[in-house]
């Protein structure tokens, strides 16, 4: 166990973390001439997909320094808030972190949001200034940032390039000479930690754990703490670019579990595995059921595809168990699902392979966060509301709350400014103002979540011309004043466009939403009306001019294939609209609240 480093590395996006990790990689021969000719060769989708999921989940390099064997298991970290609770894991599973910071951009958001988590877990932090080879590159500047973040020695960061190829031994010495050993106890009941999971369709659920005491072997019988679930360990191994099936794996080190599991919901990330027979009495702690945060609905384009939508959800859930979905139907759109997600990235990923995987054409509607309603017959039980329609009718609510988030911005200080109106202006109260250098500011903020899912990464980018980097953790429920915003459409109301919106912004957006969705419903035949209400009161109206848009006319009526494509564009963009009543809506249209300017 003493030549055993578990490590991970922690960066802002793009700052060279893939990068470095191929480089330890490399360098230390773990990937040979055939696996790599392999990663490239493979043009299989599944194939490929699964090199890449066993490289970012962990792998075991092997490197002898003075003369000695080390084993250095680099266990990799999501690198989207949307799976903030996978990271948290994966650090727990380590006893140090390489800290890349990129020279030319220095500390941002995500460095500090990442660190902190390894502080928490008291990692040893190795700081690397990478990407020095760039004419860009201020490493002299950039290493005084970090000093100061990290309350270091300027020598204790290593100035590096993963691209070049420089620093990458000092690395490796860093991580030998400056991360603890693991301290496990190999004799004591297996207490391992679940620290994420593949799904693979011929051999069922991977689980990736970090053996803290104990030791588990092939065959033995165990068992998943907080689900209750007890398997055999058909196989245990370790992962370097393959699986490398072994008896066992001990304490301190990392390895890959099969038990035959074919839903990915029995297998938790921060679960404890532990001996069936002889359990352990502690479980680790720091577990939690992962919650979904963004919610919307799903609905097929054709009606009659409904039950082909429902089994292309079951079979995505036994691979992503943080996707969860119920049935509902809505009035507009007829029957679908409201589903679950941890954040918007996940939503859009979900999206996707719904369309690349399953083959399924869907309308999503306008996605929210998840409030909590109490009404005064009953202060003490929230009624959770997950969907607009859910909101108890307005004259019977005491109060709703809604999840609040600690977002942290690090930008140049000219786009101060800039940036504090836009977090007021999404009802964020300044916390904390920080000047990391002279011309880099570090901002807190408390924001409703609600905010960051209406469009708040694109209008940060474009206030602060790019330099602004953003990250954001929970903090728990707020009383908020909320109501829901209808829209009419030729006087129906179509319940699939409605938006739960703060009160005070409630008419601007309702204006702004008429506005759009005026845009965005093609014309037809007929005047359409498109209002939108709170309740019975209207609160704003536009109108949809008749006029039959002849797209073909463009053609002069001359080439006769040109036309044709234009008609089959046409015809495509078809496939996304849906019939309300006599209205068709475009997909865009039920995303509109999302983009308003
Ligand atoms: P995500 O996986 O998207 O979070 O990014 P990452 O942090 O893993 O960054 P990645 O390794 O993908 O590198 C981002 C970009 O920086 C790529 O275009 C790399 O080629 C480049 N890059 C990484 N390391 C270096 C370096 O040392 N020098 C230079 N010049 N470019 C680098």
């Known amino acids: 166990m003493k030549n055993i480093r578990n490590f991970c590395i922690i960066a ?5 973390k893939s990068t470095l990790a191929d480089r330890l990689l490399d360098f230390t021969g773990s990937v040979t001439e055939r696996e790599k000719q392999n990663q490239l060769l493979d043009t299989m989708d599944l194939e490929r997909e699964r090199g890449i999921t066993i490289k970012s989940h962990a792998v075991q390099m092997e490197y002898t320094y003075q003369g000695e064997k080390f084993i250095l298991n680099l266990i990799d970290t999501p690198g989207h808030v949307d799976f903030s609770y996978e ?24 460095t500090i949001s990442n660190l902190y988590l390894a502080l928490e877990n008291d990692l040893e932090i190795i700081p690397v200034l990478n990407k020095v080879d760039l004419p860009s590159a201020n490493p002299e500047e950039v290493t ?7 309350g270091c020695k300027p020598e204790d960061v290593i100035p590096a390039s993963a691209k070049a190829g420089i620093g990458i031994t000092e690395i490796l010495q860093a991580i030998i000479e400056r991360i603890p050993p693991p301290k496990g106890v190999v004799d004591e009941p297996l207490q391992a930690l679940v620290f994420d999971s593949v799904y693979n369709p011929f051999r069922g659920v991977e689980t990736i754990f970090r053996v803290i005491n104990g030791e588990i072997s092939k065959g033995q019988k165990i068992k998943f703490v907080a689900t209750g679930k007890t398997y055999f360990a058909d196989e245990v191994g370790t992962l370097k ?9 001990q ?27 002889n359990p352990t009495k502690n ?13 919307a609905g799903i609905y097929p384009v054709e009606t009659e595809e409904f039950e082909e939508l429902r089994s292309s959800m079951e079979k995505l859930q036994l691979n992503d168990a943080s996707l969860v979905f119920a049935p509902e139907s809505s009035a507009a759109l007829g029957f679908g699902f409201r589903c679950g997600f941890l954040g918007m990235l996940h939503m859009e990923i979900i999206q996707e392979r719904l369309e690349r995987e399953f083959g399924m054409t869907v309308i999503t509607t ?15 039980t929230a009624v959770i509301v997950n969907n607009p329609s859910d909101l108890p009718d307005p004259s019977t609510l005491d109060h709703v709350e809604e999840p609040y988030i600690k977002a942290t911005i690090i930008t140049k200080s000219d786009f101060v400014g800039n940036i504090m109106s836009l977090c007021i202006d999404k009802r964020g109260t300044i916390t904390n103002q920080t000047y990391l250098t002279t011309d880099r500011v570090e901002l807190s903020f408390d924001m409703p979540l609600a905010e960051i899912v209406f469009d708040f990464y694109d209008r940060l980018k474009t206030v602060s011309k790019g330099y602004a980097s953003f990250d954001y953790s929970p903090i728990g429920m707020r009383v908020s004043k909320l109501v829901r915003v209808d829209i009419l459409l030729n006087s129906q109301p179509v319940d699939a466009l409605s938006a739960l919106i703060h009160a005070d912004n409630a008419a601007i957006i309702g204006k702004k939403m008429c506005e759009k969705l005026r845009e965005l419903i093609p014309r037809q035949q007929f005047d359409i009306p498109v209002q939108a209400a709170i309740g019975a009161k209207i ?5 949809i001019k008749a006029l039959r848009k002849d797209v073909t006319a463009k053609c002069y009526g001359g080439d006769i294939s040109r036309k044709r494509k234009l008609l089959e564009k046409q015809k495509k963009g078809k496939k996304r609209m849906r019939q309300v009543g006599n209205v068709q809506i475009p997909q865009e249209a039920f995303m509109a609240v999302l983009k308003l300017n």
Do not use: W
């Open 241 to 249: 670019l393959a699986q490398h099936p072994k008896p066992s794996i």
């Open 87 to 110: 990271v948290s894991r994966s650090i727990a599973a380590c006893e140090g972190a390489l800290l890349v910071v990129d020279a030319a951009q220095s500390i941002q958001a995500q």
């Open 12 to 16: 802002h996006i793009d700052h060279g």
């Open 283 to 295: 479980p680790i702690g720091g577990f939690e059921d992962v919650k979904p945060m963004v919610f």
């Open 366 to 380: 306008v996605p929210n966060v998840s409030y909590h309603a109490f009404t005064r017959k009953n202060p003490e």
């Open 144 to 150: 005084d940032d970090i000093v100061d973040l990290l």
């Open 251 to 277: 304490a301190g080190d990392v390895g890959y579990l099969i038990t035959g599991i074919k839903d990915a919901r029995e297998v938790k990330v921060g679960d404890t595995i532990t001996d069936a027979i």
């Open 539 to 543: 609160i704003s109206r536009e109108t």
